[in-house]
């Protein structure tokens, strides 16, 4: 976040959105405050979630927005919805007055009860509204979302209906409130309320803590500009929204404003800002920062080994670097793609493909050239099958799908068994796609990273299929496709190629060349076999804190990682899922022999964190719990002499936890 984002100038920002692409400012905004589109497609479609299947006017149409909201690439909803806490509505259900919330105007006394079966007749606002003249033949409001807990609804007048962009209404104790005017700028301002509050740091200020500090509203007003958009009003909340370098003051009025202020800033030190200006006294504990920081890119110098390098963990070896050994069957990517010095494809690219896809930007072939791939620069696969007729004339049978959202840069076909092949794309945003070619595309990203894809490389090796993925920061990652085990090798910036051999060769080419490395499988993925084996519980007959334990083998899986945030972020989210006082829950006990296993691991990255895990396992009133823990008690008593101190308190508190207790004597 180097660039300082003034949001005391975002008026003028809105202002000039005006006659510009309407989700140009949104996805602006987003990307300011650290969303990031996720690859894959979207979780949430217009026809999930909890529509209504009352209350429907089919006779209305959809405004041309709210439609392009649902389909835009850059509406973050339809990919993290959780981060909304909102329901939506499709199609737009009529409002009615369930409660009664307005006084009837005299024709309008039966309205309820005819709404269910006759959405023509149902609720409007009364006559005497601020939206609409007196004489107004439809005064009804087209509801397209609701706060989760539905407190409050949103929708625009049916009057509306036919306009492209219409304004939006909420209903509060008050009746309905004007809340934005229009769609797309409800869309920007529904983002900014919750995004922020995500990906940037807070402080929240209660109002009690402002009663005898007028003074601190005083200089909000005289030292940030509002932000142009209209009071936001949900729960009971009136809020004006304003701005600064890196930082967004929510001012909350109303009886349901239980923080007179709500501060997000970008960084740390934007906030820190907005708080001396303000005169605010505040300790540490009480800034939360980010619920999610991206991981970072590695700082890798440019890639560069000579005969004879190894890795310090032996997971590879330089084996020559004079010559290129000779492509894999299937040839190498880059060279399909264009050519890399120093080596030549095994097969060739029938010519017709290269006819088919003329702006493409990646091609690639099986061993046997029965499966051919291109890539172009809309982010779309072609995959081409022959079949057993099939002569030279080119590829018999074809499918393309629009699998991102940025060129394709790489592309790898691996044969997974004797009957089934799969394809694997990466792209300049940096997602992983995965195709298996009997099936559907798998509608989330195989792997994201924020930097571009370089290389993809697949073969069937003595463990099964592997797939080996370059990005430009200079990091490798090497999938074991059966278990699922991966390893990051950190080899440096500028690979253009990656070829992968039957024998475990792997070919890297960068500026000054190709050079082998040999692989050492047994290394590579030191937990494979363990990861096969949570392939055989069937964790969805288990309960997890957050009901069936289906993410729990993928978390396992992640606490092996030879990445340190990735595995302590994995114990982490296992501690929210296993460590409870409800009895009733069952995931932990088959859990527990995994994680001791990876305990018992020297190399491991959460060892500390991962050896409390499996005490606090035990500290409960689930007797299978802690009888899984006592079992594997044995295999970790040596930790009592472990060199970190904290492993050895933590090995304290797991010999606690397993005593006998009383009523157990």
């Not at 329901?87 to 269910?116: C, F, K, L, M």
């Not at 009364?126 to 929708?155: H, K, T």
């Not at 797939?467 to 496709?481: I, M, P, S």
């Amino acid at each position: 976040m180097a660039e300082i984002i003034d949001y005391g100038q975002f008026a003028r920002r809105l202002q000039d959105q005006q006659g510009r692409s309407r989700w140009e400012l949104l996805d602006a905004v987003q990307r300011e405050w650290g969303y990031e589109d996720p690859g894959g497609e979207p979780v949430a479609s217009r026809w999930g979630g909890e529509n209504s299947a009352y209350g429907i006017d089919e006779s209305l149409p959809v405004p041309e927005a709210l439609a392009e909201w649902w389909d835009t690439p850059v509406n973050s909803f339809s990919f993290r919805p959780r981060l909304y806490w909102t329901h939506t509505q499709w199609p737009p259900s009529i409002w009615v007055d369930e409660y009664g919330e307005r006084e009837a105007d005299d024709d309008d006394n039966d309205a309820e009860g005819a709404a269910s079966s006759d959405p023509a007749r149902a609720d409007g606002l009364p006559r005497d509204n601020p939206f609409l003249p007196p004489d107004a033949p439809d005064r009804r409001i087209c509801v397209f979302m609701s706060e989760y807990q539905y407190c409050n609804q949103w929708g625009y007048l049916a009057a509306e209906a036919a306009h492209s962009d219409p304004r939006v209404l909420v209903s509060t104790g008050s009746g309905w409130q004007l809340q934005s005017r229009s769609l797309s700028e409800f869309f920007l301002q529904l983002a900014l309320e919750r995004l922020p509050g995500h990906y940037g740091w807070t402080l929240k200020v209660r109002r009690a803590d402002l009663k005898d500090a007028p003074e601190v509203l005083e200089r909000l007003t005289a030292s940030y500009g509002e932000l142009g958009l209209l009071p936001w009003q949900e729960l009971g909340c009136d809020a004006l929204m304003y701005g600064g370098p890196d930082a967004l003051i929510t001012h909350g009025r109303g009886p349901g404003a239980d923080f007179a202020l709500v501060i997000h800033g970008r960084t740390r030190e934007a906030l820190l800002h907005v708080v001396e200006t303000l005169g605010i006294v505040c300790a540490d504990k009480d800034i939360v920062p980010p619920g999610e920081v991206p991981e970072p890119l590695e700082e890798l110098g440019p890639f560069a080994l000579t005969d004879g390098d190894t890795d310090d963990r032996g997971r590879w070896r330089v084996s020559s670097t004079s010559d290129f050994p000779g492509s894999p069957p299937g040839g190498l990517p880059g060279s399909l793609a264009g050519g890399v010095p120093g080596g030549a494809p095994a097969v060739t690219v029938p010519a017709v493909l290269r006819a088919l896809v003329p702006d493409r930007t990646a091609i690639a072939l099986d061993e046997e050239a029965a499966l051919a791939v291109a890539g172009d620069t809309e982010g779309r696969v072609h995959l081409w099958e022959s079949t057993a007729e099939a002569t030279a004339d080119g590829p018999s049978a074809a499918a393309s799908k629009p699998l991102h959202r940025a060129p394709v840069t790489a592309l790898a076909c691996v044969r997974l068994d004797a009957a089934r092949r799969a394809v694997v794309s990466g792209d300049a945003h940096g997602v992983l796609r995965y195709w298996q070619t009997d099936r559907v595309p798998r509608p989330l990203p195989f792997e994201r990273r924020r930097t571009a894809v370089t290389a993809l490389t697949a073969a069937g090796l003595a463990t099964g299929p592997a797939l080996a993925c370059a990005w430009a920061d200079g990091l490798v990652r090497v999938w074991d496709l059966d278990s699922g085990a991966v390893a990051r090798l950190r080899l440096g910036t500028g690979i253009t190629d990656l070829a992968l051999a039957s024998d475990g060769t792997l070919c890297v080419t960068g500026a000054s060349g190709p050079v082998a490395l040999r692989l050492a499988a047994d290394r590579l993925w030191p937990h494979r076999e363990l990861q096969q084996r949570l392939h055989d519980v069937d964790w969805g007959s288990y309960w997890s804190a957050r009901g069936p334990a289906h993410a729990v083998p993928g978390l396992i899986g992640k606490v092996a990682s030879d990445d340190k945030k990735t595995a302590m972020d994995a114990v982490h989210d296992l501690y929210r899922l296993l460590v409870s006082k409800d009895s009733s829950l069952t995931a932990a006990a088959p859990a527990v022999p995994f994680l001791a296993e990876l305990m018992s691991d020297p190399d491991n990255r959460a060892r500390p964190t991962l050896l409390l895990l499996i005490a606090d396992i035990a500290d409960g009133d689930n007797t299978e719990n802690r009888a899984a823990v006592r079992a594997v008690l044995p295999a970790l008593r040596h930790l009592h002499d472990d060199p970190l101190s904290s492993i050895r308190w933590a090995a304290a508190e797991l010999e606690k936890h397993c005593a006998p207790r009383p009523e157990e004597e």
